[in-house]
């Protein structure tokens, strides 16, 4: 095993130690020992810090499927590859609405575009920042709210204690996994999520797996 990989190893059984503090987490944790919560990423084509907001942008208010088709339809429309910023304002918006992309969205990917360009933004300078100043970066393009950011930080950089309080699925697997008699708000999300801090994203991805398996 290469030495980062012996190192992710670790800090992941200790993030899991201390997620096992949780009683339900505990129990989730146990019926999954060969979990990894970057697996799914393999199904995905290689997404550089453009490319990952590119997915995130297409599955606002979209099913994990429909993301997916969207995002085949889209590499193709570009030759099998993930478009640049430069491209994605050169292109048509007939063109990229043909991907099945909404008006709204087409906006939003030409005002993020405009925004890479600008700044030069690299997933290299991204990787620098804190959380909240990509938080605060980002969501200042229109159409990039804090749903977005939040799965790019979990995607792209592989950020250790992020949440995701108004993701619909994340919320139904917490009233499924903690069998809430109603749906539970953000807030409360955020309010329960306390509790596995500083390893709120490995927490997360247990949750969806459980809820991926109905369980």
Same mark, same amino acid.
């Given at each position: 095993m290469l030495p980062r990989a012996r190192e992710r190893t670790k800090e992941r059984e200790s993030a899991r130690r201390h997620l096992r503090k949780d009683p339900v987490l505990a129990r989730v944790i146990a019926r999954y020992p060969d979990f990894d919560?970057?697996?799914?990423?393999?199904? &995905?084509?290689?997404?550089? #810090?453009?490319?990952?907001?590119?997915?995130q942008v297409i599955g606002q208010q979209l099913s994990v499927k429909a993301t997916r088709v969207i995002l085949e339809r889209l590499r193709e429309?570009?030759?099998?590859?993930?478009?640049?910023?430069?491209?994605?304002?050169? #292109?048509? #918006?007939?063109?990229?609405?043909?991907?099945?992309?909404?008006?709204?969205?087409? #906006?939003? &990917?030409?005002?993020?575009?405009?925004?890479?360009?600008?700044?030069?933004?690299? &997933?290299?300078?991204?990787?620098k920042l804190s959380d909240d100043d990509i938080l605060t970066l980002l969501t200042s393009v229109s159409g990039i709210g804090p749903w977005t950011v939040q799965g790019f930080l979990i995607i792209a950089l592989d950020r250790a204690d992020v949440v995701l309080p108004g993701? &619909?699925?994340?919320?139904?697997?917490?009233?499924?996994?903690?069998a809430f008699d109603r749906l539970p708000s953000p807030d409360e999300v955020l309010e329960r999520s306390q509790a596995w801090r500083p390893h709120r994203s490995l927490a997360t991805a247990y949750l969806f797996r459980a809820a991926f398996d109905g369980n």
């Open positions: 919560p970057r697996e799914w990423l393999s199904e &995905l084509p290689k997404l550089d #810090a453009f490319g990952t907001l590119v997915f429309l570009f030759h099998g590859r993930m478009p640049t910023p430069r491209q994605v304002l050169t #292109a048509r #918006a007939s063109r990229l609405r043909k991907a099945g992309l909404s008006a709204r969205k087409v #906006a939003t &990917l030409r005002a993020l575009a405009k925004k890479f360009i600008r700044e030069r933004l690299t &997933l290299a300078k991204l990787t993701d &619909l699925a994340l919320r139904r697997a917490i009233k499924q996994a903690y």
